[in-house]
């Protein structure tokens, strides 16, 4: 029979802990003198786990960058091809109007 890597004594300092750091698996770690990794894998076991909400920005797709930039230029870009030289040569161009305009303020 396998001996058993954590005692009944640690699981408790575990779930106390867990519960205390407000669910932080590092300052867990860093108490029970453990990895991150090994503190997760443990609280999987255990079922108390609580997976970390991850927090996803808006995201702008490059069709709404050069939207953007066509309102705020005054310019048409033909396309979703920034590199080709004539969207460049207008994303120029409205800079430059841009430029001067707030220059001359």
Do not use: F, H
């Not at 709404?64 to 066509?70: D, S, V």
Request: hydrophobic content about 35%; charged content about 30%; aromatic content about 6%.
């Amino acid at each position: 029979m396998a001996s058993k890597i954590w005692s009944d004594e640690e699981e408790k300092t575990l779930t106390r802990l867990y519960k205390e750091t407000n669910y932080n698996i590092e300052a867990c770690a860093q108490k029970m003198n453990k990895t991150p990794r090994s503190i997760i894998t443990k609280l999987v076991k255990m079922k108390i786990y609580i997976k970390p909400e991850i927090i996803v920005e808006d995201k702008i797709r490059v069709k709404g960058i050069i939207y953007e930039l066509e309102e705020m230029l005054g310019i048409k870009i033909d396309g979703i091809n920034i590199g080709k030289k004539s969207n460049l040569t207008n994303i120029l161009e409205g800079v430059k109007k841009l430029y001067n305009a707030n220059r001359n303020l």
